[in-house]
Structure formats: structure tokens, C-alpha cells
């Protein structure tokens, strides 16, 4: 943990430290006895030396005080896991001990009983909203409100207004006067999910509301004080889009004094079969049946099958053959693009050259073979078009672009005369 110390006072946590540049920044930002280019001249200071130690700390101030106060190295996955559970930790799902989940999670509880802007990222279909739940579930707030925002399917136009809310009259069609999201989760957490995608214009109105805790409705001067503990994710690289002029460096740090990174499914290995049961008796529930039972050739299939589309495809998979199926689900009760063709008398399989390699690795190359055909009929299915098929998948284009271009597949090779012209 970073501290400053002084001659004339003790050691001050890092953040005591923040909580003081942030009163003398409120204290200067009303100053009505400096003149204002002096005061803009101490504001500038005072929010480039914040932003400063936020940098330094984004790192090792949170993840290396989760390893030595705990002295994780120490124990095994199990013992951590069960020790979190035993914390009264407030979960509502299940999962695993896969190293880097359970990082993730003792960091969210360590994060959940502050007032810290917390940023989760991961893949599409990880389960970040679930995280954010986690987060609002574990904190001083769970008795509260929880407000999700997709912030990716706003049109630009109509942001302010959703954010902020408008008066009556403020433009055509704003017949009365309007709470915003983040009006609407005063007391409470604010979920801002795709961060990434927020226009440049939004973030700008996104960064002042976090520095001053304050909003205008859309055609109104009134400020209007809110207290909305702000929790956002993203599938995108944030650090990334800062280098390339597309996301506010300042924005970036405002958000991330937080950073909790969910892995994708295919590296939580041991959860898949969890969440197998657990996603089974969710969907008999749902469909008021008995849980439908495995053959063993598709519970072979679901525990080597590499989710490119993460947790949120898996639980489709068992809705579609818990409806489809009687008592006994197999390979035909699969989405058709995902089916291995070994279920069909084509021993697709043979094809695979496995001679001198380890068991493992035959595992691996069959797996790499099943998703090059999941996603070669998936462009069939979308006509070539990725941006559909990523849609479908519920991931990301840019993700999906990177599997296409690990498997060398050419998206436009699939393309009919048509699409094409």
C-alpha cells in the first residue's frame, strides 16, 4: 500500500490521502476569494497530482494487499474458496477454484464496502453484470437500489437525457419532467455496462458528474446533488482506446481506482461441469420439468467445448436441449453450428492427426476443430457477415474477428453473389 509521510504528522493511508486532495479540490472549486485563473491554476494541480496516484496505484496498491493481508500463495484454491464462502460472501450463482476467478472475487469483496469506482473487464458473456451484483450484494449499499445501463445501446442523441434526465419542454416529445439513471440510484449503485462505447461527448458529461457528484436535467440549471456508487464494465481495452484517442485518459483513471478482470470459461476448466448442473436445474425450474439427464457423448462434448461466447452461451445451450429433449439430451439436441459432425456417421474426428502427441493435446486440437467449425457455420448461417454472428454469439466483433483470424477463415469466402453485390 502507498503512504506519505511527514515530520509533522503520522503515516496517512493512500486513501486518507485522496479524501484530502478531494476536499481541498471542493474547497477551491468555491473559493470566492482567489481570483478565478488562480483557482483554475490550484484545481489543475491538485487533479493532475490525483490522477498521478491513481496511476501508480491502479496495480499493486489493491492486488498486492489482497496477496500478503491474506497470504493467499500460502493456501490451496479449495481453502481459499471455502474461506470466502465462510466470510458470508454473497454469490448468487456458483463457481470454481479457478485462480484467477477467485482473485477476482477476494478483490470485488475487498472493494464492495467502499464508495471506490470499480471497473470489471472480461469477454463477452463472462458474467460482468453478475459481478457488478456481487459488488452492490457486498457493500453498504445491498438494501439499496441497482440500476443497470447499457451504455452501448443509447443513441448519442438521447444519452444526456437518459443519464441525467430532462424538464418538461426541454425537446420535442419531453412531455413532463424526468428522472435520469443516475437520479434514479441516488443512495444506491450505478451499473455502466460498455463503457467503451460511450461517445466522446458522453464521456466528457460522464467525467464531470464523477467529479462533482452533481447533475442538470436536460433543459434546467438546477444542479442537483446525487450519491450513486458507480460500478462500469467493459469487453473492450480501455488503456488502448486512451493511446488511441478514442476514451478519455482522465475518464480512464476516474473509473478504474477498482479493476476487477473476470477470465473467459475456457480458462475456469473445473467450473464448466458446475455450472453444468447448476445451469440443468436452473432450466428445469424455468421450464417446470425434471432436469434433463446427459448422454455421454454430450457431456463429453460440453466439458471440452471451448464457449466462445463464455458463460452466457453455456446457459443457452442447456436451455435450448433442456426444452428440446425428453429425459435424455444428446448431439442432435446441440444449435446445428456447433454440432461436431462425428454425430452424423462423419467421423470428423479421423481427420485429426494425433500420432506422437500427449492426450492432452489431442484434447486441444479436437477443441480448436470444433470451434474453426462452429464458427465456419455460423458465417454460413449470417452470410459472411461477422458482425451478425457476433451479434448471435453475444460477443464482441473485435473478439470475434480475432478467433476468424486465428483459424485463418476469411469471413468473405462466405459471402454469396448477392451480399457481395
Same mark, same amino acid.
Given at each position: ?23 481541498? &479540490? ?6 470566492q476569494q ?5 483557482i483554475?491554476?490550484?484545481l489543475? !494541480? ?8 491513481? *496511476? ?6 489493491f492486488?498486492?494487499?489482497?496477496? #500478503?493481508?491474506?497470504?493467499?500463495g ?12 465462510? %466470510?458470508? =460472501?454473497?454469490?448468487?450463482?456458483? =463457481?470454481?477454484e479457478? %485462480?484467477?476467478?477467485?482473485d477476482? +472475487?477476494? $478483490? ?8 471506490l ?42 444519452l ?6 430532462h424538464k418538461?419542454?426541454? =425537446?420535442?416529445g419531453?412531455?413532463?419532467?424526468r ?8 443512495g ?21 458528474? +464523477?467529479?462533482?457528484?452533481?447533475? !442538470? ?7 442537483i446533488?446525487?450519491?450513486?456508487? @458507480? ?5 473492450r481495452q ?8 478514442? =476514451? &478519455? ?12 478482470? @473476470? ?10 461441469q458446475? +455450472?453444468?448442473d447448476y445451469?440443468?436445474n ?6 417446470? &420439468? ?6 455421454? &457423448? ?7 467445448y ?11 445451450? $442447456?436451455?435450448?436441449?433442456s426444452?428440446?429433449?425428453t ?16 454425430a452424423?456417421?462423419?467421423?470428423d ?19 480448436e ?21 457476433a451479434? @448471435?454469439?453475444?460477443?464482441n ?5 480475432? +478467433?476468424?483470424?486465428k483459424?485463418?477463415?476469411? #469471413?468473405?469466402?462466405f *459471402?454469396?453473389?448477392?451480399s457481395?453485390?
Amino acid at each position: 500500500m502507498k503512504v506519505v509521510e511527514t515530520k509533522d504528522e503520522p503515516t496517512v493511508s493512500f486513501g486518507t490521502l485522496l479524501e484530502r486532495i478531494e476536499i481541498m &479540490r471542493s474547497a477551491l472549486r468555491w473559493q470566492q476569494q482567489l481570483d478565478r485563473p488562480q483557482i483554475d491554476k490550484l484545481l489543475s !494541480q491538485c487533479t493532475s497530482l490525483r490522477e498521478e496516484v491513481l *496511476r501508480i496505484s491502479l496495480t499493486e496498491r489493491f492486488v498486492k494487499a489482497t496477496v #500478503s493481508g491474506q497470504g493467499k500463495g500460502k493456501r490451496s484454491l479449495a481453502q481459499r474458496r471455502k474461506e470466502l464462502l465462510e %466470510r458470508d =460472501f454473497v454469490f448468487e450463482g456458483v =463457481f470454481g477454484e479457478s %485462480r484467477k476467478l477467485l482473485d477476482a +472475487l477476494e $478483490i470485488a469483496e475487498k472493494a464492495a464496502p467502499t464508495d471506490l469506482p470499480v471497473l470489471i473487464d472480461g469477454e463477452s458473456g463472462t458474467g460482468k453484470e453478475l459481478m457488478a451484483k456481487v459488488i452492490h450484494a457486498n457493500g453498504n449499499r445491498s438494501d439499496k437500489v441497482f440500476i443497470s445501463v447499457n451504455c452501448g445501446a443509447i443513441p448519442e442523441s438521447l444519452l444526456e437525457s437518459e443519464l441525467f434526465g430532462h424538464k418538461k419542454g426541454a =425537446f420535442t416529445g419531453a412531455s413532463a419532467d424526468r428522472k435520469g439513471k443516475f437520479e434514479s440510484a441516488d443512495g444506491g449503485t450505478i451499473f455502466l455496462d460498455e463503457i467503451g462505447e460511450l461517445p466522446m461527448s458522453g464521456q466528457v458529461k460522464l467525467l464531470r458528474v +464523477l467529479q462533482s457528484n452533481e447533475i !442538470q436535467r436536460v433543459g434546467s440549471d438546477q444542479l442537483i446533488v446525487v450519491d450513486a456508487r @458507480i460500478v462500469v464494465a467493459t469487453n473492450r481495452q480501455l488503456m488502448k482506446m486512451c493511446e488511441e484517442g478514442t =476514451f &478519455r485518459e482522465d475518464l480512464y483513471y476516474r473509473i478504474s481506482v477498482m479493476q476487477v478482470t @473476470i477470465p473467459p470459461l475456457r480458462e475456469r476448466r473445473d467450473e464448466i461441469q458446475i +455450472l453444468i448442473d447448476y445451469l440443468t436445474n436452473a432450466a428445469a425450474e424455468s421450464l417446470d &420439468r425434471n432436469p434433463v439427464k446427459l448422454s455421454r &457423448r454430450l457431456d463429453n462434448f460440453l466439458r471440452k467445448y471451448d464457449y466462445p461466447g463464455n458463460i452466457r452461451e453455456l446457459r443457452n445451450i $442447456i436451455f435450448r436441449i433442456s426444452c428440446l429433449a425428453t429425459e435424455t439430451a444428446d448431439i442432435e439436441h446441440l444449435p446445428e453450428h456447433i454440432r461436431p459432425k462425428i454425430a452424423h456417421g462423419d467421423s470428423d474426428a479421423s481427420s485429426i492427426d494425433t500420432s506422437g502427441v500427449s492426450l492432452n493435446d489431442a484434447k486441444r486440437m479436437a477443441s480448436e476443430e470444433v470451434e474453426k467449425q462452429y464458427l465456419e457455420s455460423g458465417l454460413r448461417e449470417t452470410d459472411g457477415q461477422v458482425t451478425k454472428l457476433a451479434e @448471435i454469439l453475444g460477443m464482441n466483433r473485435t473478439h470475434v474477428q480475432s +478467433l476468424l483470424k486465428k483459424h485463418g477463415i476469411n #469471413s468473405k469466402e462466405f *459471402r454469396t453473389k448477392k451480399s457481395v453485390g
